[in-house]
């Protein structure tokens, strides 16, 4: 049984930083997709970063580039989404994500995500 836990949430100004963490246990593969996804009141689910556990590969949404990086240690089953020069738009709930066998090839699509943790807050005050 996988199962996915997110941290490091909270409150930041605009151009702030913040470093989310996911947790993942159960998984016995190592070519999957890790991804963050978020969601905003009102709007629909985003893709935001996804990272191929199997090589590094990563990928982006096009409003996260340059600001966001994704990184992963496979040694202590952990995903991470680096955060930088935050804006009031990227204020959402964030959730981390994991698939079955599969390698991002879906991202930012959510279709091949089978497993998601609780979320955690992530708010930007301008």
């Known amino acids: 049984q996988v199962q996915l836990a997110e941290s490091g949430g909270g409150s930041v100004q605009a151009g702030g930083s913040l470093r989310l963490s996911c947790a993942a246990s159960?998984?016995?593969?190592?070519?999957?997709?890790m991804g963050w996804f978020r969601q905003a009141p009102g709007k629909e689910r985003e893709g935001v970063a996804a990272?191929?556990?199997?090589?590094?590969?990563?990928y982006y949404s096009d409003s996260v580039k340059g600001r966001f990086t994704i990184s992963q240690d496979n040694a202590k089953n952990m995903v991470y989404l680096q955060m930088n020069s935050l804006k009031p738009e990227d204020t959402a709930m964030y959730y981390c994500?994991?698939?079955?066998?599969?390698?991002?090839?879906?991202?930012?699509?959510?279709?091949?995500?089978?497993?998601w943790g609780q979320g955690t807050q992530v708010t930007v005050s301008s």
């Open positions: 159960g998984y016995t593969y190592s070519s999957r997709c």
């Open positions: 990272i191929y556990s199997g090589g590094g590969t990563t």
């Open positions: 994500a994991g698939s079955g066998v599969s390698w991002c090839y879906r991202f930012p699509g959510d279709s091949e995500f089978l497993y």
